[in-house]
C-alpha cells in the first residue's frame, strides 16, 4: 500500500511547515498543474537552473551521467510540482515520498538509487545544502531496499566458449570482417561499448616480439579514466589478425575504428553507437543458434562479464582482474563474477 510519511522533527509537522501532499500518495488527486501559481513559477525556475547546471557541468561528466541526471532530475520536478513543493532547493521529505512514488511505480532500487544521487549532485553543484543526506530520506532509502532488495539485473556472460560460437557465425562479408574484430577486440581488451566505439585507428601500434606480430590500442578516456590518463590495450595475436583484416576495409580518412555498415555494405564515416553494439551481439548470437533466452541477457557488457569470469576461472587474482577492466570497485566485480562458477 502506498503511504508517505511525515517528520519526526515537531516543528517541521507543525501546520505551517506541512505540506498537502503529506497524506497517502495513491489517494493523491493532485493535477499536474498546481492550483497556486507560484509552483508553476518554481517549477519552470527548477528546470532553467537545471539547464544550466547541466550545460555547465557538459565535458566535465559523461554524457550518459548527464542524461541521467536530466531525466531524474527532470521527473523529480514533475514530482515536486504535482505536489505543490519545490525541487530546487528540494525538503528532505519532498525527496523521501519521492523514493516511496518511485518504490510504488515499480522501479529498480538501482534505478531508484541513481535519482537520489542525481538529486544529490545537482543540489551541491548549485551549492545547496545536500538534503539526500537527513535522516528521513536515509531512513525511506533503508525501507526501500528492505522491500525490492538490493540487486540490480546482470548482464548475460559472453565467455570463451560461447565467443568461439559467434566467431563462427561471422560470415566473409564485410560486415562479418567488423563483426569478428569487434568480438576479439571486446573480449580481449574487457572494454565498456563506450570504450569499444572512442577506439581510433590512429590510436593502433603494431608490436613485434619474438617473430610474432601483435597489436596495442590507447584507450584514451574510460569511466574511471575521466581525466584522459589514457591506457594501452594488448590484444592476442587472434584479435590481431582480425583487426588488421578489418583496417584494410576501413577508408584512409576513417578516424573510427569500430564504425556501422549499411544494408548495402558501405562503411560509414562516423562511429558505432554504443547501442549499436548491443544489438551487433544480439544479432550474431541469433545467428550462432543460441537459445533466444540466452540472447534475450546479452547486452553490451556481456564480453566484459564473460570475458572477467574467464579471467577467474584461468586463476587470476582480484588485483589483476580489477586492473583488466579498469575497475575501481570490488563489489562492481564480484557482480560481474558471481555466475562464474569460482567466485567465493
Not at 488527486?29 to 517549477?43: F, G, L, Q, V, Y
Not at 565467443?163 to 560470415?171: E, P
Not at 592476442?236 to 584494410?248: F, I, N, P, T
Amino acid at each position: 500500500m502506498s503511504r508517505s510519511i511525515t517528520s519526526e522533527n515537531p516543528e517541521a509537522n507543525h501546520p505551517d511547515h506541512r505540506k498537502p501532499y503529506m497524506t497517502n500518495l495513491a489517494n493523491s488527486t493532485s493535477t499536474a498543474i498546481p492550483s497556486n501559481p507560484n509552483d508553476s513559477k518554481n517549477a519552470l525556475e527548477s528546470r532553467e537552473l537545471l539547464a544550466r547546471t547541466l550545460e555547465k557541468i557538459e565535458g566535465a561528466y559523461a554524457y550518459s551521467t548527464i542524461r541521467a541526471y536530466k531525466a531524474d532530475f527532470g521527473k523529480f520536478i514533475e514530482f515536486c510540482e504535482e505536489h505543490n513543493e519545490d525541487s530546487l532547493p528540494a525538503l528532505p521529505l519532498s525527496i523521501a515520498n519521492f523514493i516511496i512514488e518511485l518504490s510504488n511505480d515499480k522501479r529498480s532500487s538501482a534505478g531508484i538509487r541513481r535519482a537520489v544521487c542525481g538529486i544529490s549532485t545537482i543540489h551541491k553543484l548549485n551549492r545547496f545544502a545536500d538534503p539526500t543526506k537527513d535522516p528521513d530520506v536515509t531512513i525511506e532509502m533503508r525501507r526501500m531496499h528492505r522491500k525490492l532488495g538490493r540487486s540490480s539485473s546482470q548482464a548475460g556472460s559472453i565467455n570463451a566458449d560461447t565467443l568461439d560460437k559467434l566467431l563462427l557465425a561471422a560470415d566473409d562479408s564485410i560486415r562479418g570482417v567488423r563483426d569478428r574484430a569487434l568480438l576479439l577486440v571486446a573480449y580481449d581488451t574487457l572494454c565498456r561499448r563506450s570504450e569499444l566505439v572512442s577506439l581510433q585507428v590512429k590510436d593502433l601500434k603494431i608490436n613485434m616480439k619474438n617473430g610474432i606480430e601483435t597489436s596495442s590500442i590507447l584507450l584514451r578516456k574510460s569511466k574511471t579514466d575521466q581525466d584522459s590518463t589514457g591506457k594501452w590495450l594488448h590484444l592476442s595475436q587472434r584479435a590481431h589478425l582480425a583487426l588488421m583484416e578489418w583496417v584494410k576495409e576501413i577508408p584512409e580518412e576513417q578516424e573510427n575504428l569500430m564504425v556501422g555498415i549499411n544494408r548495402g555494405g558501405r562503411i560509414s564515416l562516423s562511429s558505432m553507437g554504443s547501442g549499436q553494439v548491443n544489438r551487433t551481439y544480439k544479432r550474431i548470437a541469433r545467428n550462432a543458434g543460441l537459445d533466444e533466452l540466452v540472447v534475450g541477457g546479452i547486452s553490451g557488457h556481456s564480453m566484459r562479464v564473460g570475458a572477467a569470469q574467464d579471467l577467474l576461472n584461468s586463476g587470476a587474482s582480484m588485483p589483476i582482474i580489477m586492473q583488466r577492466g579498469r575497475w575501481s570497485k570490488t563489489d562492481t566485480v564480484m557482480r560481474y563474477l558471481e555466475h562464474s562458477g569460482c567466485a567465493g
